[in-house]
Nanobody
Framework: QVQLVESGGGLVQPGGSLRLSCAASGSIFRLNAMGWYRQAPGKQRELVAA???????NYADSVKGRFTISRDNAKNTVYLQMNSLKPEDTAVYYC???????????WGKGTLVTVSS
C-alpha cells in the first residue's frame, strides 16, 4: 500500500503564493508519476500538474507560468509552488501517485486552498 499526505494549504490573498507538499510512504514503485489535481465546489476534479520520476512535467493551461511542480525522489515527495494565485484557484488539492508498472493510482486526502481577500 501507498500512503500520500498533503500539506501546505490555507488561505491566501489574490496574487499571493503557497507551496504544497505531498509525501509518499509505503510500497513506492520505482517508476511512477506524481501529480496534483484539484476539485472546486460543484466541479469535477481536474489535473493541475504532473511529473514523472524522470522529471517530465505537464500542466493545465490555466496554471502554466504560475505553478511549478517538482519532486525529490530521495524523499518521495512532490511539491507544487503556486504563485500569482487567483480566486478561481480555490479548491481542494489532491496528490496522486500512479505506478507506471501497474497503472494503479493512489490518492491523498486533499488540502484546501482558498484564495480570497
Amino acid at each position: 500500500q501507498v500512503q500520500l499526505v498533503e500539506s501546505g494549504g490555507g488561505l491566501v490573498q489574490p496574487g499571493g503564493s503557497l507551496r504544497l507538499s505531498c509525501a509518499a510512504s509505503g510500497s513506492i514503485f520505482r517508476l511512477n508519476a506524481m501529480g496534483w489535481y484539484r476539485q472546486a465546489p460543484g466541479k469535477q476534479r481536474e489535473l493541475v500538474a504532473a511529473i514523472t520520476n524522470a522529471g517530465s512535467t505537464n500542466y493545465a493551461d490555466s496554471v502554466k507560468g504560475r505553478f511549478t511542480i517538482s519532486r525529490d525522489n530521495a524523499k518521495n515527495t512532490v511539491y507544487l509552488q503556486m504563485n500569482s494565485l487567483k480566486p478561481e484557484d480555490t479548491a481542494v488539492y489532491y496528490c496522486k501517485l500512479r505506478s507506471l508498472a501497474t497503472g494503479m493510482d493512489y490518492w491523498g486526502k486533499g488540502t484546501l486552498v482558498t484564495v480570497s481577500s
